[in-house]
């Protein structure tokens, strides 16, 4: 539902059963849907978790002249609950720092989140910590965000309120550097989700994910919450997928291994592999190319899970049209 609106920035509200509240800010490329929904709604809903959704038609982030207003009036809702949480990818993990102190955030997940955008700022820096903070597609965030309104903005020491947890992918350049910086001027434990990019949430989508992730964010020790953000991280056919998209040219049998693991284990989203045939013919083929003779054993495996699962699934089609698809 939304209470409250003005020119960029849109202000939602489910008022849920539970003694605390998650706040979220989404990242960038979401504006288009900025009245209709915010981010992690339908999940907080379905659980009845109380929360509330800062978004923008901009991709603005979050530094405009009616910022204020707005954190004023999630200050005026939160004040009733026990714990305050807030969730911010990308974009929306600057204002889920910027703010914490003054909204009195019990612990913050910020999903590779950057100091500033502000170049002026950042040409501050010695230069190899410039080259780092300006690397990848920061000059795209600077000439399509950048303005002389958000100039001198950045994330300072003193802006957390209690706890938060970076996660970021080391090998990102750009996302590596932001980090390092924030952590000369802030204390933080980092969860690294390697060869992810920059979109970490990709890595931790999913109902039950979500709600696991709230949870502990709430209750549990903040070495606990890093646990289980890092066991999704491993498990989540995302990071499968990323994984084989990397490594099938140069390491085929490795790849095999680690979905039928992964399909074995029966991890959310398994079925995806499965049914994706391609997946196992690619292997097949560069398991021959690379004179790793597993191709038969790939065939069977996949057969014979197919057709374990066209068993177990009555409503699973068997026309000739879809076995030649598969096969």
Not at 27 to 52: L, M, P, Q, V, W
Not at 81 to 109: D, Q
Not at 123 to 148: A, C, H
Request: overall charge neutral; some cysteine; aromatic content about 12%.
């Amino acid at each position: 539902m939304i209470i409250m609106e003005g020119k960029e920035l849109v202000l939602h509200f489910h008022e849920g059963e539970t003694k605390y509240c998650v706040i979220t800010f989404p990242g960038r490329f979401h504006s288009g849907e900025a009245r209709d929904t915010f981010f992690g709604e339908s999940i907080f809903k379905k659980y009845n978790i109380s929360s509330i959704g800062l978004t923008t038609k901009l991709d603005n982030w979050f530094i405009c002249d009616e910022i204020d207003e707005f954190i004023e009036k999630i200050k005026s809702i939160t004040e009733k609950y026990e714990t305050i949480v807030a969730i911010g990818p990308s974009m929306g993990s600057y204002p889920a720092i910027k703010y914490s102190n003054f909204l009195k955030i019990h612990r913050i997940l910020a999903l590779a989140p950057k100091w500033t955008i502000d170049p002026n700022i950042i040409n501050l820096e010695n230069e190899e910590i410039k080259n780092g903070l300006l690397s990848g597609n920061m000059d795209d965030v600077i000439s399509s965000i950048y303005s002389e309104e958000k100039k001198g903005h950045c994330i300072q020491s003193g802006d957390v309120y209690n706890e938060l947890i970076v996660c970021y992918d080391q090998h990102n350049e750009l996302d590596r550097s932001h980090s390092i910086k924030l952590k000369s001027i802030l204390d933080f434990e980092s969860v690294l989700f390697p060869m992810c990019g920059h979109v970490i949430i990709e890595q931790l989508q999913g109902a039950e994910n979500l709600k696991k992730i709230v949870h502990s964010l709430v209750y549990d020790d903040i070495k606990i919450t890093c646990k289980i953000l890092s066991k999704i991280r491993r498990s989540h056919k995302n990071k499968i997928q990323r994984y084989y998209d990397i490594a099938h040219e140069k390491h085929p049998y490795y790849c095999f291994l680690m979905i039928r693991k992964f399909i074995d284990t029966e991890f959310s989203g398994y079925k995806d592999f499965l049914f994706r045939q391609n997946i196992f013919s690619n292997l097949m083929d560069k398991s021959i190319r690379k004179k790793v003779f597993i191709s038969k054993e790939i065939e069977i495996y996949f057969r014979t899970k197919l057709i374990s699962q066209a068993h177990n699934n009555k409503n699973l089609t068997t026309y000739p049209i879809y076995r030649s698809e598969i096969f």
